[in-house]
């Protein structure tokens, strides 16, 4: 399972895929739906999970602060710190959300994109530079589940 770290509150209804690092003060509540978290997520301290039917895919980092109510993530995204993703709004793969962004209800945003703002709009498609960025987030987070013997 990874890494749940004993000051996080994770609700034992949401699945957690291999390798998911949660840090402190982050707080997963499945009581409104289902929670379902992928493989390689890192969720970082003080975040918040919570809302109807939330995915977050594999390969996902979800920094310091942000909140992810009631949306999806798909795989290899990054969502800056102190981001808000608001009910059923969808982050494509491979996308990027600038800390501080808010994307409101509903929005769809597509694969390899950079979001920024409130509320979030596209900026631009991500390069290679971006996509080794989110690489570079995940890998971060897989080596320090590597050095606590925690890697499933």
């Known amino acids: 399972m990874g890494f749940l770290h004993p000051k996080s509150e994770v609700d034992p209804r949401a699945k957690l895929?291999?390798?998911v690092y949660i840090a402190a003060f982050a707080c997963i509540r499945a009581d409104e739906g289902s929670i379902e978290i992928g493989d390689n997520t890192s969720i970082q301290e003080?975040?918040?999970v919570h809302g109807k039917n939330v995915k977050i895919g594999s390969n996902v980092t979800?920094?310091?602060?942000a909140i992810a109510h009631g949306c999806t993530i798909r795989g290899n995204a990054l969502v800056g710190m102190n981001t808000?993703?608001?009910d059923g709004c969808d982050i494509g793969e491979w996308s990027i959300v600038?800390?501080?962004?808010?994307?409101?209800?509903g929005v769809k945003i597509p694969a390899n994109s950079l979001v920024a703002g409130v509320p979030g709009k596209i900026l631009r498609e991500i390069n290679e530079k971006d996509r080794q960025l989110i690489r570079n987030s995940c890998d971060n987070y897989l080596k320090k589940l590597k050095e606590m013997d925690k890697l499933d």
Do not use: Y
């Open 46 to 48: 003080g975040c918040v």
């Open 84 to 86: 808000t993703l608001l």
């Open 17 to 19: 895929g291999k390798n």
């Open 62 to 65: 979800l920094g310091h602060g």
């Open 98 to 105: 600038a800390a501080g962004a808010v994307v409101t209800e």
